[in-house]
């Protein structure tokens, strides 16, 4: 392998992983590459939504995330919550299908935590708003 092959810049679309590059993809178990950020960003200039919220991946598996994303009609994000909670839902269905043990990073649990007690506090509010 190249040292331009295992440089950290390889990747164009996805922050390279310091820490991910002693782990494996969780989609496909290769040697991960890159930080999948589960719930993305709400726009393509913005901060990632939940940036502990990442798994370990390859670039390949990285990328068909984004045509998942797409193919469900979640690259534009008309509905905040409702799209950070959906793109973790199909990264989760597609760790799932996998079959493998996976590592998740440190403060991953803790960021699926404060995702989903923002989403249920967006939902409350949304009810009482009715
Ligand atoms: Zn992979």
Known sequence: MSA????PWTSPLAERADDATTMTCAYCGAPATDRDHLSGRQASDSAQSDPDLWLASCHRCNVLGYQVWE???LTVVEDPPETRVRRVALSSLRVADNG???LTPPRFWVALARLLVETGDELRKRAGSR
Not at 4 to 7: D, G, H, Q, R
């Open 4 to 7: 331009m092959a295992s440089s």
């Open 71 to 73: 193919a469900n009609g």
């Open 100 to 102: 493998l043990w996976i």
